[in-house]
């Protein structure tokens, strides 16, 4: 019997590592029945999704990215400036905001950002060794990116959040000594409001 639990552990565990593909919002409002779904396709004695089942919901999910994924210019602004984006792309925002990667995002587009831009500029004055020694510290770039999505991975979200979604800050983006604090805010809104969704309750719509 518990070689069949451990199948089932791992069964279940492989249906929600494809049910990744899916937006946050997407998976906490509908993930279960999906994960149901798999398991129901997978069968009693499968041990993972079947292969096919998986590209689907992979093919699916990645689909609903990006038709929700906000155009090419506001997404650009957003994500190195800080700027709103429109009222459509809100809860892609709020997505965004709360994923665990997102200090990686944001260094990553200002990465890309510095070296673009500083590529065209040596190319216009012809003076590309000065550009090729600066690539050629790739290990600071990348160590000064590791630091600043372990030293202050929420710093920047917060900005954004209280900025432009509420001035409630989930237990999510907060600080590890204010998240006990957040909970208890958040599960007393709940009681007051019947609230059962993420821990965004306030986002402004």
């Known amino acids: 019997m518990q070689v069949v639990g451990d199948s089932r552990t791992l069964l279940e565990q492989s249906a929600r590592l494809w049910l990744r593909a899916y937006p946050r919002r997407w998976r906490f409002s509908c993930g279960e029945d999906l994960v149901g779904t798999l398991l129901d396709l997978a069968g009693p ?10 590209l689907s919901v992979l093919w699916a999910g990645w689909a609903l990215r990006f038709r929700e994924h906000p155009p090419l210019l506001p ?35 200002y990465l890309v950002l510095l070296v673009v831009s500083m590529g065209m500029f040596f190319g216009v004055v ?15 770039w990348v160590a000064f990116g590791v630091l600043s999505t372990v030293v202050g991975p929420r710093y920047s979200a917060r900005k954004v959040w209280r900025k432009h979604v509420s001035g409630w800050v989930p237990p999510e983006l907060r600080p ?10 958040l599960a007393e809104f709940r009681a007051a409001s019947g609230y059962e969704g993420p821990s965004s309750p306030l986002a402004r719509g």
Do not use: C, K, N
């Open 45 to 54: 004695d499968a041990r993972t999704v079947r292969l096919r089942d998986g």
């Open 126 to 140: 012809g003076d590309l060794d000065v550009w090729t020694q600066m690539l050629s510290g790739w290990p600071w």
């Open 75 to 109: 997404w650009l602004r957003y994500r190195l400036f800080g700027a709103d984006l429109p009222v459509d792309y809100r809860v892609w925002m709020i997505d965004d905001l709360l994923g665990r990667l997102h200090a990686l995002r944001w260094f990553v587009a």
């Open 176 to 185: 590890r000594r204010q998240r006990a604090e957040a909970v208890r805010e």
